[in-house]
């Protein structure tokens, strides 16, 4: 890839990245008083972190069989209100024994 190719899109991507930022500080100067947008706000962070690690979660063994099997394992733990590392130990295990089996 060219050099100026790729500074141009380093330049977009930084412009667009603080128009994002600045929006909010331009146009919210008092406090934020609706409950939907604070709720809204609030789960912002857990959303796009979801969206990052649930796909990949797909590609972390080399079965994507075991992977779907670990997930509904951790799901299933998840709703039943387990702990984050009952969950994992038991999603793991879950893709353990069905690469052992399989």
């Given at each position: 890839?060219?050099?100026?190719?790729?500074i141009i899109?380093?330049l977009?991507?930084a412009?667009v990245t603080y128009?994002?930022?600045m929006?909010?500080?331009?146009?919210?100067?008092k406090?934020?008083t609706?409950?939907?947008?604070?709720?809204?706000?609030?789960y912002?962070?857990?959303t796009?972190?979801?969206a990052?690690?649930?796909?990949?979660i797909f590609y972390s063994?080399?079965?994507?069989y075991?992977?779907?099997i670990?997930?509904?394992v951790?799901?299933i733990?998840?709703?039943?209100k387990?702990?984050?590392i009952?969950?994992?130990i038991l999603s793991?295990?879950?893709?353990?024994a069905?690469?052992f089996?399989?």
């Amino acid at each position: 890839m060219p050099e100026i190719k790729m500074i141009i899109m380093v330049l977009i991507m930084a412009l667009v990245t603080y128009i994002i930022r600045m929006i909010p500080l331009t146009f919210l100067r008092k406090k934020i008083t609706s409950k939907y947008v604070l709720s809204l706000l609030y789960y912002i962070p857990y959303t796009v972190l979801t969206a990052m690690t649930f796909p990949a979660i797909f590609y972390s063994t080399n079965n994507f069989y075991s992977a779907l099997i670990g997930t509904v394992v951790a799901i299933i733990a998840s709703l039943t209100k387990r702990s984050l590392i009952v969950v994992a130990i038991l999603s793991c295990l879950a893709v353990f024994a069905f690469g052992f089996v399989f």
